[in-house]
């Protein structure tokens, strides 16, 4: 077992001091001298032509110094893996709040009123809501009409379903109608949820400027600047080298910062007034009109032969609303989660992403993996509940394991799923419990999950050894507040055998930080820490090199620590790292040879591989990794009210290997925030297409009064190590969320003996079950 | 007219209302009081709901207004926020409303006509509609002071800790040592367009003794004095089903205190 | 045009606003005081909390104005002669601050909290702070954070 000094500790984040003392710079912190400030004019109507739009009463609005619409802009469809949106609305509204026109102007007040004075003639169609009815051969409405001439980054499989369906995906696995011919039972359902919003505390906001030389600089809380910078030099029509994009630190993300959604529109208005604009999105504008997770139905057929799920059947269908961005990706990225936990030999899989005029549903943290689990790990709990058997028996019985491959042909490594389940069921189970007490009745439940790590993604680190000794760690990956900043000091500071105070990290700036896909996909202490350990060895080789010269030495014969490289026979006889260095006249010192000691190092996850129609694997991994984990609970339905209180909370992860603990226990938490809240409380109510409620006063999510009593709450921290993974480690941080709506569901079911398949879960619908049940 | 401003800048900042001018209350801190005096529990206009909340009198003798500022917003809101200002924002689901009908709450009010009272069942007029004709402020809030034997219990459902109310009631009833009731008042918010009191449910109650009998009785009769309805927050139906709910635990509360 | 004095962290400022401008504004923008957050406007999520006269507040509803005259603390006011707050301590210590943005409003709601009641017990520190919404901890950290501030600051005296 090996030995680490820095990983495995539980350093305080690097990042805490500055947060905690309000220095730390957001975004909207920025000071921007002669900023002016943008406002967006959006569409009312859910599908309408646009006729014309009338800017000359807000034009005339002192302190208005410029309006854009779409003809001021190039007419390039851009878009996150399918190009279909373009910077504004140009023949053809999609959805409410699709942005028709921008101002800019001194104040935002002043801009909100010009907004108001911008008049747009829109002639409605019809539009559809449904994304059963859209998805049809020949659905109501067709929204995208010129959908087959839209590139594509991403190839979709093919589909027999209608012109509204932007990507298809499919697992074809073994012969589901054979197996489900010779079966003991089959079981459907159809599981459901409404659209979300992952609500990060810092709403989406961005400035830009343009640089004399015709660059342009863009501040984001985007938390993906490589991805950001790439979409708006296509919206724009520019090379991608004239524009740069700053992010500082991040209040939150989720997976929704991960489309250009402010950018874009501060860029045009800066390119129009050649003044830095800023555009901070409203509250509102927030939930109602940026990528949340899109509504969805499941429906699952399992068949069961001698007490094992024989063959599984799964349609999952998304709604995208009026465009796709990070939606178009779920599809094919939800296979994953269908193959990653229980070995069931004949799967058939489609996952379809379709428009509506709907607002935007993308993705959240969960990428697709939440919404498979909604209805795999309910369903687990009815089968096992029809078979007569422990759920948690039922769930062993079909784990794949350690070697075995999966229906798609994935070799699975690094699975610690079990013990996860052990832990946490074994926990609960153990305690006393009371299941009745006057109205207030009490149930247990858990699930268990897999969240993939997405392929194919690349890290590039530069690491430079600092003429005082200390080392700095250049990234393209910014902190979204998960703590990458600290695991890559922490990293740093093993592999240079140094305490982590002499290491810094840089991220946030795509003319100086070499590449990075960014915290997306549970990747970055993954993908990103392996890149930064590549780029640490080859810095410490530059090192050792330097030294050697100096020393006269052959490499092989140093060693080092704590800023000394020694003989490994004699350590007495080392220097220091800031001799490695010579002092320049007047101005400090120098590395005579070489340059700098600059470590570099690249971290490219190897393609992914599967073949579209059946969702094989033809080229190795075709995912970095699987995080499992799972969460147990103990919930009281009050059957007078049908509110629902948890009052256990006990939480799983496999990490690979801890690098943080205290890090990872913080992250395993936040399930009690957005986890609870998707489950029980957060929906956007939509009417015609409208989203009516895009605030917090409506758009509830949960409060510190929500969660259990503190020594009712356990975590316990697995490590299945991952072979390739830096020091063994995996990152967890969407998986937290994936099992929270389906086991608390378990345990609601276990407490009062009803089942909910519709998301969230409110006391509305319990108590509407439960008078319905007894009356029967 | 501004005191707390926790409604106002809201509404302010939505475009729903564009006043000229603001006049705010707030330098005048003699309007900031809680003065129990013989007949009155006298409460100044621009007294904080936090203030009100930390007064261990009013914990005491008025423990149904108690439970409800305390479950306003949060600590901040409270900070801000005038019990004159929530009445004058006439929510049909304000918390603090029916706590003060129960308690037959009246408020002073000033205009250019002069001065007057207005029962608080008299000052709700609908929802976001009060009694105040143009001009007029509400300068005191005056609640009858309660006498040892009057009970009184509170209760809000929502949907989560930080929120408006799905339903609350209230109820304060006068018992002897027998827990014969010899006044009842109970009144439900956010069930109709105004706060009020259910006039068909404290008839059931007056003169009775207190029992799970009686409390199922009282609940039956609710049918048909409200009309709840469907919004962002809740459906008719719940709330229908949860009003009985809700003034059943708050008769069961005082029963068994 | 307005002039307003405003004593904030203990510094005096004279200023001159417009009416319509919040505290939250002019504490961001005029000083530069950037860790009260913007978070929803609408007084709903408590990253703009502040004291004013010791009182938690809601900064993004309360006009500039009505401060005029009164001693406003923000967050950049916790630490002093280059030392942390305990509560600040807290925070760090336990774990409470991921990506930072509820973390000065729940400094200064935890602030105003131990000052009223210095032993609270964790319900009535889950009441007292559920004004603030945070996205990422869960709020477990963030409890445990404020307990253990609390016990700090009575050792202390």
């Given at each position: 077992?090996?030995?680490?000094?820095?990983?495995?500790?539980?350093?305080?984040?690097?990042?805490?001091?500055?947060?905690?003392?309000?220095?730390?710079?957001?975004?909207?912190?920025?000071?921007?001298?002669?900023?002016?400030?943008?406002?967006?004019?959006?569409?009312?109507?859910?599908?309408?032509?646009?006729?014309?739009?009338?800017?000359?009463?807000?034009?005339?609005?002192?302190?208005?110094?410029?309006?854009v619409?779409a003809?001021d802009v190039p007419e390039c469809r851009f878009g996150y893996g399918l190009k279909d949106r373009y910077l504004f609305a140009r023949?053809?509204?999609?959805?409410?709040?699709e942005p028709?026109?921008a101002?800019?102007?001194?104040?935002?007040?002043?801009?909100?009123?010009?907004?108001?004075?911008?008049?747009?003639?829109?002639?409605?169609?019809?539009?559809?809501?449904?994304?059963?009815?859209?998805?049809?051969?020949?659905?109501?409405?067709?929204?995208h009409?010129e959908l087959?001439k839209y590139s594509r980054d991403i190839p979709?499989?093919?589909?027999?379903?209608?012109?509204?369906?932007s990507?298809?995906?499919?697992?074809?696995?073994?012969?589901?109608?054979?197996?489900?011919?010779?079966?003991?039972?089959?079981?459907?359902?159809?599981?459901?949820?409404?659209?979300?919003?992952?609500?990060?505390?810092?709403?989406?906001?961005s400035?830009a400027?343009m640089?004399?030389?015709g660059k342009i600089t863009v501040?984001s809380?985007s938390q993906n600047p490589n991805s950001t910078r790439a979409q708006i030099a296509a919206a724009f029509a520019m090379p991608v080298a004239k524009v740069r994009i700053?992010t500082?630190?991040?209040?939150?993300?989720?997976?929704?910062k991960a489309m250009v959604q402010t950018e874009q529109i501060a860029v045009a208005l800066a390119m129009?007034?050649?003044?830095?604009?800023?555009?901070?999105?409203?509250?509102?504008?927030?939930?109602?009109?940026?990528y949340?997770?899109?509504?969805?139905?499941?429906?699952?057929?399992?068949?069961?032969?001698?007490?094992?799920?024989?063959?599984?059947?799964?349609?999952?269908?998304?709604?995208?609303?009026?465009y796709s961005e990070s939606g178009y990706l779920?599809?094919?990225?939800?296979?994953?989660?269908?193959?990653?936990?229980?070995?069931?030999?004949?799967?058939?899989?489609?996952?379809?992403?379709?428009?509506?005029?709907?607002?935007?549903?993308g993705?959240?943290?969960?990428?697709?993996?939440?919404?498979?689990?909604?209805?795999?790990?309910?369903?687990?709990?009815?089968?096992?509940?029809?078979?007569?058997?422990?759920?948690?028996?039922?769930?062993?019985?079909?784990?794949?394991?350690?070697?075995?491959?999966?229906?798609?042909?994935?070799?699975?490594?690094?699975?610690?799923?079990?013990?996860?389940?052990?832990?946490?069921?074994?926990?609960?189970?153990?305690?006393?419990?009371?299941?009745?007490?006057?109205?207030?009745?009490?149930?247990?439940?858990?699930?268990?999950?897999?969240?993939?790590?997405?392929?194919?993604t690349a890290?590039?680190?530069?690491?430079?050894?600092?003429?005082?000794?200390?080392?700095?760690?250049?990234?393209g990956?910014?902190?979204?507040?998960?703590?990458?900043?600290?695991?890559?000091?922490?990293?740093?500071?093993?592999?240079?055998?140094?305490?982590?105070?002499?290491?810094?990290?840089?991220?946030?700036?795509t003319d100086?930080?070499?590449f990075d896909h960014g915290?997306i996909?549970?990747?970055?202490?993954?993908?990103?820490?392996?890149?930064?350990?590549?780029?640490?060895?080859?810095?410490?080789?530059?090192?050792?090199?330097?030294?050697?010269?100096?020393?006269?030495?052959?490499?092989?014969?140093?060693?080092?620590?704590?800023?000394?490289?020694?003989?490994?026979?004699?350590?007495?006889?080392?220097?220091?790292?800031?001799?490695?260095?010579?002092?320049?006249?007047?101005?400090?010192?120098?590395?005579?040879?070489?340059?700098?000691?600059?470590?570099?190092?690249?971290?490219?996850?190897?393609?992914?591989?599967?073949?579209?129609?059946?969702?094989?694997?033809?080229?190795?991994?075709?995912?970095?990794?699987?995080?499992?984990?799972?969460?147990?609970?103990?919930?009281?339905?009050?059957?007078?009210?049908?509110?629902?209180?948890?009052?256990?909370?006990?939480?799983?992860?496999?990490?690979?290997?801890?690098?943080?603990?205290?890090?990872?226990?913080?992250?395993?938490?936040?399930?009690?925030?957005?986890?609870?809240?998707?489950?029980?409380?957060?929906?956007?109510?939509?009417?015609?297409?409208?989203?009516?409620?895009?605030?917090?006063?409506?758009?509830?999510?949960?409060?510190?009064?929500?969660?259990?009593?503190?020594?009712?709450?356990?975590?316990?921290?697995?490590?299945?190590?991952?072979?390739?993974?830096?020091?063994?480690?995996?990152?967890?941080?969407?998986?937290?969320?994936?099992?929270?709506?389906?086991?608390?569901?378990?345990?609601?079911?276990?407490?009062?003996?009803?089942?909910?398949?519709?998301?969230?879960?409110?006391?509305?619908?319990?108590?509407?079950?439960?008078?319905?049940?007894?009356?029967? | 007219?501004?005191?707390?401003?926790?409604?106002?800048?809201?509404?302010?900042?939505?475009?729903?209302?564009?006043?000229?001018?603001?006049?705010?209350?707030?330098?005048?801190?003699?309007?900031?009081?809680?003065?129990?005096?013989?007949?009155?529990?006298?409460?100044?206009?621009?007294?904080?709901?936090?203030?009100?909340?930390?007064?261990?009198?009013?914990?005491?003798?008025?423990?149904?207004?108690?439970?409800?500022?305390?479950?306003?917003?949060?600590?901040?809101?409270?900070?801000?926020?005038?019990?004159?200002?929530?009445?004058?924002?006439?929510?049909?689901?304000?918390?603090?409303?029916?706590?003060?009908?129960?308690?037959?709450?009246?408020?002073?009010?000033?205009?250019?006509?002069?001065?007057?009272?207005?029962?608080?069942?008299?000052?709700?007029?609908?929802?976001?509609?009060?009694?105040?004709?143009?001009?007029?402020?509400?300068?005191?809030?005056?609640?009858?002071?309660?006498?040892?034997?009057?009970?009184?219990?509170?209760?809000?459902?929502?949907?989560?800790?930080?929120?408006?109310?799905?339903?609350?009631?209230?109820?304060?009833?006068?018992?002897?040592?027998?827990?014969?009731?010899?006044?009842?008042?109970?009144?439900?918010?956010?069930?109709?367009?105004?706060?009020?009191?259910?006039?068909?449910?404290?008839?059931?109650?007056?003169?009775?003794?207190?029992?799970?009998?009686?409390?199922?009785?009282?609940?039956?009769?609710?049918?048909?004095?409200?009309?709840?309805?469907?919004?962002?927050?809740?459906?008719?139906?719940?709330?229908?089903?949860?009003?009985?709910?809700?003034?059943?635990?708050?008769?069961?509360?005082?029963?068994?205190? | 045009?307005?002039?307003?004095?405003?004593?904030?962290?203990?510094?005096?400022?004279?200023?001159?606003?417009?009416?319509?401008?919040?505290?939250?504004?002019?504490?961001?923008?005029?000083?530069?005081?950037?860790?009260?957050?913007?978070?929803?406007?609408?007084?709903?999520?408590?990253?703009?909390?502040?004291?004013?006269?010791?009182?938690?507040?809601?900064?993004?509803?309360?006009?500039?104005?009505?401060?005029?005259?009164?001693?406003?603390?923000?967050?950049?006011?916790?630490?002093?002669?280059?030392?942390?707050?305990?509560?600040?301590?807290?925070?760090?210590?336990?774990?409470?601050?991921?990506?930072?943005?509820?973390?000065?409003?729940?400094?200064?709601?935890?602030?105003?909290?131990?000052?009223?009641?210095?032993?609270?017990?964790?319900?009535?520190?889950?009441?007292?702070?559920?004004?603030?919404?945070?996205?990422?901890?869960?709020?477990?950290?963030?409890?445990?954070?404020?307990?253990?501030?609390?016990?700090?600051?009575?050792?202390?005296?």
């Open positions: 077992m090996a030995e680490y000094s820095n990983i495995g500790k539980r350093d305080i984040r690097v990042d805490a001091v500055k947060k905690v003392t309000g220095n730390c710079q957001y975004c909207d912190d920025l000071r921007l001298p002669g900023v002016l400030f943008g406002r967006v004019k959006r569409s009312p109507h859910p599908h309408a032509k646009l006729l014309k739009i009338d800017t000359s009463e807000a034009e005339k609005v002192y302190g208005v110094r410029a309006i619409t003809k023949d053809k509204v999609r959805y409410v709040g028709v026109a101002v800019a102007a001194d104040t935002e007040r002043i801009a909100e009123k010009a907004v108001e004075l911008i008049k747009v003639t829109y002639e409605e169609l019809p539009a559809v809501f449904d994304v059963n009815e859209a998805i049809k051969i020949n659905p109501p409405v067709i929204i009409p087959p979709s499989a093919k589909t027999d379903l209608g012109p509204n369906v990507y298809h995906a499919k697992i074809r696995a073994g012969d589901v109608d054979k197996a489900f011919a010779d079966t003991d039972l089959i079981v459907e359902n159809e599981y459901k949820a409404e659209l979300m919003h992952p609500c990060p505390l810092e709403g989406h906001n400035a400027k640089e004399p030389d501040w809380s700053i500082p630190y991040i209040g939150g993300a989720f997976g929704g129009k007034t050649n003044r830095p604009v800023k555009v901070r999105f409203t509250r509102s504008e927030v939930i109602s009109n940026t949340g997770r899109a509504s969805y139905t499941a429906r699952i057929k399992d068949g069961i032969k001698g007490g094992k799920i024989v063959a599984r059947e799964l349609r999952l269908i998304l709604d995208h609303g009026g779920v599809p094919g990225n939800s296979k994953f989660a269908v193959v990653g936990t229980y070995d069931i030999p004949n799967v058939k899989y489609d996952a379809i992403g379709a428009y509506t005029n709907n607002p935007l549903g993705a959240f943290r969960g990428f697709g993996t939440p919404e498979v689990h909604w209805a795999i790990e309910s369903q687990m709990d009815v089968l096992a509940d029809k078979l007569g058997v422990d759920p948690y028996e039922f769930r062993k019985k079909h784990l794949l394991k350690e070697g075995d491959t999966n229906p798609i042909g994935m070799k699975i490594h690094s699975i610690g799923v079990e013990e996860c389940m052990d832990k946490v069921v074994h926990s609960l189970r153990q305690e006393k419990f009371e299941r009745e007490k006057k109205n207030l009745k009490r149930g247990r439940g858990f699930a268990i999950y897999n969240k993939y790590s997405m392929a194919p890290s590039a680190v530069i690491i430079k050894i600092c003429e005082d000794g200390s080392v700095q760690v250049r990234t990956a910014p902190d979204v507040g998960q703590g990458s900043e600290t695991v890559f000091s922490q990293i740093a500071a093993e592999e240079f055998k140094m305490p982590i105070e002499k290491v810094k990290v840089f991220f946030g700036d100086l930080m070499p915290p996909s549970s990747r970055v202490t993954y993908c990103t820490g392996n890149a930064v350990r590549l780029a640490c060895h080859d810095a410490i080789n530059q090192m050792l090199q330097k030294a050697a010269k100096m020393l006269q030495t052959d490499q092989k014969d140093l060693d080092f620590n704590n800023g000394e490289i020694f003989f490994k026979q004699d350590p007495k006889k080392s220097i220091k790292i800031e001799q490695l260095f010579t002092p320049a006249a007047l101005a400090g010192v120098f590395l005579d040879e070489g340059g700098e000691l600059l470590g570099k190092g690249t971290f490219y996850q190897r393609t992914r591989g599967v073949d579209l129609e059946t969702g094989k694997v033809v080229f190795e991994s075709p995912i970095c990794y699987y995080n499992y984990g799972a969460q147990g609970f103990e919930v009281e339905v009050d059957t007078e009210t049908g509110v629902i209180r948890i009052l256990k909370f006990y939480i799983a992860s496999d990490v690979g290997k801890a690098i943080n603990p205290g890090m990872i226990e913080a992250q395993l938490d936040a399930a009690m925030g957005q986890g609870i809240g998707i489950a029980l409380y957060e929906r956007m109510i939509r009417k015609e297409g409208k989203v009516m409620n895009s605030d917090f006063v409506d758009y509830k999510i949960s409060t510190s009064a929500e969660i259990p009593k503190l020594d009712n709450i356990k975590r316990f921290i697995v490590e299945a190590p991952l072979k390739d993974g830096p020091y063994g480690a995996k990152g967890t941080g969407e998986g937290i969320l994936v099992p929270t709506a389906p086991g608390l569901a378990n345990a609601i079911y276990d407490a009062i003996k009803i089942r909910f398949t519709h998301l969230p879960i409110t006391p509305e619908d319990v108590l509407k079950k439960l008078k319905e049940k007894g009356s029967r | 007219m501004l005191a707390g401003g926790t409604d106002i800048f809201v509404v302010l900042r939505q475009g729903s209302i564009s006043p000229n001018y603001l006049v705010s209350l707030e330098k005048i801190p003699e309007l900031a009081y809680i003065d129990f005096e013989d007949k009155f529990l006298r409460i100044g206009p621009t007294t904080t709901l936090r203030e009100i909340e930390r007064n261990k009198e009013i914990q005491e003798e008025y423990k149904a207004l108690f439970e409800a500022v305390r479950q306003v917003g949060s600590v901040q809101v409270r900070s801000m926020a005038t019990l004159a200002g929530n009445i004058c924002n006439a929510s049909p689901a304000a918390d603090t409303a029916t706590p003060l009908l129960v308690f037959d709450a009246q408020v002073s009010v000033l205009g250019p006509n002069g001065e007057r009272t207005i029962l608080l069942s008299d000052f709700f007029k609908g929802p976001k509609k009060n009694e105040l004709k143009s001009g007029e402020i509400v300068t005191e809030v005056q609640i009858p002071r309660a006498d040892k034997n009057l009970k009184s219990a509170f209760i809000k459902i929502s949907r989560v800790s930080q929120d408006l109310s799905k339903v609350n009631a209230a109820a304060a009833l006068k018992l002897d040592s027998r827990k014969v009731c010899s006044e009842a008042r109970l009144a439900l918010g956010a069930v109709a367009p105004v706060p009020l009191r259910i006039n068909k449910c404290e008839a059931l109650v007056t003169g009775k003794s207190l029992s799970g009998g009686l409390i199922e009785e009282v609940i039956e009769a609710l049918s048909g004095q409200i009309s709840p309805i469907t919004d962002l927050r809740s459906t008719s139906e719940y709330r229908n089903e949860i009003s009985k709910v809700a003034l059943k635990r708050v008769l069961s509360q005082i029963m068994e205190e | 045009m307005r002039k307003i004095k405003l004593n904030v962290n203990g510094e005096m400022h004279e200023l001159e606003i417009k009416d319509s401008r919040t505290l939250l504004e002019v504490i961001r923008e005029d000083l530069n005081l950037t860790g009260a957050k913007f978070g929803c406007g609408s007084g709903e999520c408590g990253a703009c909390t502040m004291l004013v006269d010791g009182k938690p507040i809601l900064s993004c509803l309360t006009l500039a104005l009505e401060a005029d005259g009164k001693e406003v603390t923000t967050v950049e006011g916790m630490a002093k002669d280059g030392e942390l707050h305990p509560i600040q301590q807290a925070y760090i210590d336990e774990f409470a601050v991921q990506c930072g943005y509820c973390t000065s409003g729940l400094i200064m709601i935890t602030k105003a909290l131990l000052e009223e009641n210095p032993n609270p017990t964790e319900e009535e520190v889950k009441e007292f702070i559920k004004g603030n919404l945070c996205r990422c901890t869960g709020y477990v950290k963030i409890i445990k954070a404020v307990l253990k501030a609390a016990e700090v600051m009575r050792r202390r005296g």
